[in-house]
């Protein structure tokens, strides 16, 4: 099977916050929970949730196996394993993972597995006017989608490689940047 992910455009993104509001009624979240965030970085809007990591640092820190990746390569969790220890939610670098305090477990993007199942794409993508987030395997993923922002500006602690393929576009003259395959 072919690994899955998430891509994303920042330069098409309008910032309207549509697959975040998308996902929060989907899956009943409180006020205070997220599973994909919408944030204004100084290149642009993020679009960011769980980037299925290729070396997941959530899931080599799970002391339960509650965290794992699934045949699909998506990273999902099962309730009925955690012990709401958080281990996971402090090793992901992206801010990813929650703590319900409602079901005392951590909590994060599944990638909509149960849409999927059923044919249909996740609903942050379904949600999005413009297009630019995408879901589907890694291999096919466009040449013009940027998954993550530049790392001088969100600077990242760790250095986790996402499960994507991704083109960043120089923001000032649409030139190429930077391609990399990340597999």
Not at 65 to 92: E, K, L, P
Not at 110 to 131: F, M, Y
Not at 140 to 157: C, G, R
Request: hydrophobic share 30%; glycine share 10%; proline share 7%.
């Amino acid at each position: 099977m072919n690994k899955l992910g998430f891509s994303y455009n920042m330069n098409t993104c309008a910032a309207c916050g549509s697959c975040q509001v998308a996902c929060k009624e989907s899956h009943g979240l409180k006020p205070e929970e997220f599973f994909r965030r919408v944030s204004l970085l100084m290149e642009g809007p993020y679009s960011g949730s769980c980037n299925h990591c290729e070396d997941p640092a959530c899931v080599n820190a799970c002391p339960t196996g509650a965290m794992y990746r699934s045949a699909d390569g998506t990273i999902q969790h099962d309730d009925g394993r955690c012990i709401g220890c958080g281990s996971c939610m402090w090793n992901c670098p992206y801010g990813a993972i929650s703590f319900s305090k409602t079901k005392g477990v951590t909590q994060k993007c599944d990638s909509c597995v149960q849409r999927r199942t059923l044919g249909l794409e996740p609903l942050c993508v379904a949600a999005c006017p413009t297009g630019s987030l995408k879901f589907g395997p890694v291999e096919n993923v466009s040449a013009d989608m940027s998954f993550l922002p530049d790392p001088s500006v969100t600077h990242p602690v760790l250095n986790i490689t996402p499960s994507s393929r991704y083109l960043r576009i120089n923001s000032n003259d649409g030139g190429i940047t930077e391609e990399a395959d990340n597999e």
